[in-house]
Nanobody
């Protein structure tokens, strides 16, 4: 199996920064696209940022210029650097990854358990 474990969430004042990490472990042959999603209370889960296996990135308009997604392929780890945080960034942030467990397996999609980010005004 494959596990995604997020860390780095917490409480921060508006204008502050946080860095989220997501470590993938288990039986992993390769990881294709990875991404960060978030879900605020009463709202649908939304894409925050994604990064393809070739390093191509895309961001939600609401976070462009403030958040940076990156990955360490050797460590199977995904990061999200969040700067200039706003109260509206408050949400549970989830890691997502398309993982191929071996050459005999199809690519499967996995989710982490989420990490809470709270931005106070």
């Amino acid at each position: 199996q494959v596990q995604l474990v997020e860390s780095g969430g917490g409480l921060v004042q508006a204008g502050g920064s946080l860095r989220l990490s997501c470590a993938a472990s288990g039986t992993i042959f390769s990881i294709n696209a990875m991404g960060w999603y978030r879900q605020a209370p009463g709202k649908q889960r939304e894409l925050v940022a994604a990064i393809a296996s070739d390093g191509t990135t895309n961001y939600a308009d609401s976070v462009k210029g403030r958040f940076t997604i990156s990955r360490d392929v050797a460590k199977n780890t995904l990061y999200l650097q969040m700067n200039s945080l706003k109260p509206e960034d408050t949400a549970v942030y989830y890691c997502n990854a398309d993982v191929k467990r071996s050459t005999d397996y199809l690519t499967e999609n996995y989710w982490g358990q989420g990490t809470q980010v709270t931005v106070s005004s």
